[in-house]
Nanobody, 115 residues
Framework: QVPFVESGGGLVQPGGSLRLSCVAS????????MSWYRQAPGKERELVAT????????NYADSVKGRFTISRDNTKNSLYQQMNNLKLDDTAMYYC????????WGQGTQVTVSS
């Protein structure tokens, strides 16, 4: 069973928006911090945003602060990321995972920002 199934990526112009979704399974979703990560071609995977189990606290990488919003719905075992004002540098494969990380990552969802 794949623990994370990401969706919502696509091709968007600079300044556009996308909403990513992640459905988690195989663990008690509400008990874990959840995060979005991304990996661009030729670069290491980086942490983008994190949210606590009760959604009280969120943290963002400086590069996305003010543009991305992470949220979750524990009743649906789902994690979301609203991405606004997308930039060329946001192009990457986006993944969700819990904290501490599970080694079995999902397939990710591709976000491509291009004019």
């Amino acid at each position: 069973q794949v623990p994370f199934v990401e969706s919502g990526g696509g091709l968007v112009q600079p300044g556009g928006s996308l909403r990513l979704s992640c459905v988690a399974s195989g663990f008690t979703f509400s008990s874990y911090l959840m995060s979005w990560y991304r990996q661009a071609p030729g670069k290491e995977r980086e942490l983008v945003a994190t949210i606590t189990g009760t959604s009280e606290v969120t943290n963002y990488a400086d590069s996305v602060k003010g543009r991305f919003t992470i949220s979750r719905d524990n009743t649906k075992n789902s994690l979301y990321q609203q991405m606004n004002n997308l930039k060329l540098d946001d192009t990457a494969m986006y993944y969700c995972n819990r904290r501490p990380i599970r080694l079995d990552w999902g397939q990710g969802t591709q976000v491509t920002v291009s004019s």
